[in-house]
């Protein structure tokens, strides 16, 4: 240690011009700094001089002694002291010796200059990044432009995002990834610099330099996952008013073609709110007709209807009902080459039916939860029955009932292949098994009995997609068919 204080005090008068020394506090003790000294020392000199110019060229106070002590560093030219511990007097340092410790100022000096270097760049990389997440923020604030108005009359052109196209991505979606993906990499960039910027500097700045940034930088995550996950709620709201919108949108087409079509065939004469049937003209996964009114909790029913089917193949689906737990919470299919099939819960049961002939018939499937039992009935005639189906489940309420298509979520999701082409009428459901009596009448046209949980009324059954209604009378068709 003291070694290494002397060759700081030999580059410091060093680096001073000859004649200039430093003042220190005086002392009334030159007996016992002389005692300190070595006496046969030829550097002595050199490091402090003749008590004599040192008497005469430094201040005095009146009437006291000099005030420079006698240990005042002098330039050296070609050597400098070097104190050994343990010992009295060190060997004289050669030339090597003092341009080492030049070089060694020299490069504490880059060092530090380095450092101030290395924390200004990284300021600036705060700076920036700062600026990237306030050019986010302005992207997400702006609103989105708003389309223009369809013309009066005219159906508007499918738009993206509808009847099967995908949405495009917003503007500011795009730029926010993109952002996102910039700022990820400059912090990869910056946490891998991180270690070699601290090798070969003091161990305290860098230290709290590195925390100071990776704290910054993990509060710019947490800002841009915050803003992502807004963003991500405000697609899935904007989706829901479309579909919203673009339901409204086709309620009131419906409207205005039932309009049109009673201005063609003039005012028509009072008919029951029962007499209409729906007409799906088309196989496809958007004509469908939907029941206003939800079932309550079940433990039995019995649901029927007059159908008249035009399919090729099976008939597809003239009912389904989902609730928001299971999809298939009632449903009659018959899809492809498969058999007539009733779903209760996802639960299968095949009907012995034969609706292909593109014929009115009087359809009823009746179930009840004691032991699954069911059976099935065409134009008034018992043709199937069985149990285990669905044994002991309750039907859910709160559901949505669709007349012409099969739901694979809560009211959508529809597959054209399983869609009913052809006309329907009468849909009604009970809470209970009907007696095979009262079926039957129903089917001969000898009852008008309605269902008591829903019953079959113009106002309770709204068309979408192109489907459509029409006067019907049941018995008429009937016996025409």
């Not at 449903?331 to 492809?336: F, H, S």
């Amino acid at each position: 240690m003291l070694a290494f204080l002397g060759a700081i005090i030999c580059i410091i008068a060093s680096v001073h011009p000859a004649g200039t020394a430093a003042p220190a506090a005086a002392a009334d003790n030159d007996s016992a700094a002389a005692a300190l000294l070595p006496a046969a020392d030829k550097g002595l000199g050199a490091l402090h001089g003749p008590a004599e110019a040192l008497a005469s060229a430094g201040p005095r106070l009146p009437g006291g002694p000099p005030l420079f002590s006698r240990f005042v560093c002098t330039p050296l030219s070609t050597e400098c002291p070097a104190t050994g511990t343990g010992s009295a007097a060190g060997s004289a340092a050669g030339p090597e010796e003092l341009l080492a410790l030049r070089s060694a100022a020299a490069q504490l000096r880059r060092t530090a200059l380095e450092q101030k270097e290395r924390i200004r760049m990284d300021q600036e990389t705060i700076r920036e990044l700062t600026g990237k997440l306030s050019r986010c923020e302005g992207g997400l604030r702006s609103p989105p432009a708003a389309a223009p108005p369809a013309a009066a009359g005219l159906r508007a052109a499918p738009r993206p995002g509808t009847m099967g196209h995908p949405p495009d991505e917003p503007p500011a979606v795009r730029e926010l990834e993109e952002a996102v993906r910039t700022l990820q990499d400059r912090i990869d960039r910056i946490e891998q610099e991180l270690p070699a910027r601290t090798n070969g500097s003091a161990p305290t700045a860098p230290a709290l330099a590195r925390d100071a940034l990776h704290t910054k930088m993990e509060q710019l995550e947490e800002q841009l996952l915050s803003k992502i996950l807004t963003l991500q709620k405000e697609r899935q709201a904007a989706s829901t008013d479309r579909s919203q919108q673009q339901h409204n949108i086709e309620k009131e087409l419906n409207s205005l073609q039932n309009r049109v079509t009673e201005l063609e065939h003039g005012p028509l004469g009072y008919s029951p709110p029962d007499a209409f049937k729906v007409t799906i003209p088309v196989q496809n996964n958007y004509m469908y007709a939907r029941v206003k009114k939800s079932l309550p909790e079940l433990y039995a029913f019995t649901i029927c209807m007059w159908l008249k089917s035009k399919a090729l193949a099976g008939i597809g689906t003239p009912f389904s009902y989902s609730v928001p737990s299971q999809a298939n919470e009632i449903v009659l299919l018959e899809w492809g080459t498969n058999p007539l099939e009733l779903l209760i819960n996802d639960k299968v049961a095949q009907l012995p039916l034969s609706l292909k002939d593109k014929a009115w018939h009087h359809v009823c499937v009746a179930w009840t939860t004691r032991d699954g039992k069911w059976s099935a009935y065409q134009d008034g005639e018992q043709r199937g029955a069985g149990e285990n189906l669905a044994s002991w489940h309750s039907i859910r309420p709160q559901g949505i009932i669709i007349l012409g298509q099969e739901q694979d979520t809560l009211g959508g999701r529809f597959d054209a292949t399983q869609a009913f082409v052809g006309e329907l009428a009468q849909f009604g459901v009970w809470d209970h098994m009907l007696a095979p009596a009262e079926i039957l009448a129903l089917a001969n046209c000898t009852s008008h009995l309605q269902g008591n949980v829903i019953q079959w009324d113009d106002q309770a059954v709204e068309v979408f997609g192109g489907a459509s209604k029409a006067g019907f009378a049941a018995c008429e068709e009937g016996r025409k068919a």
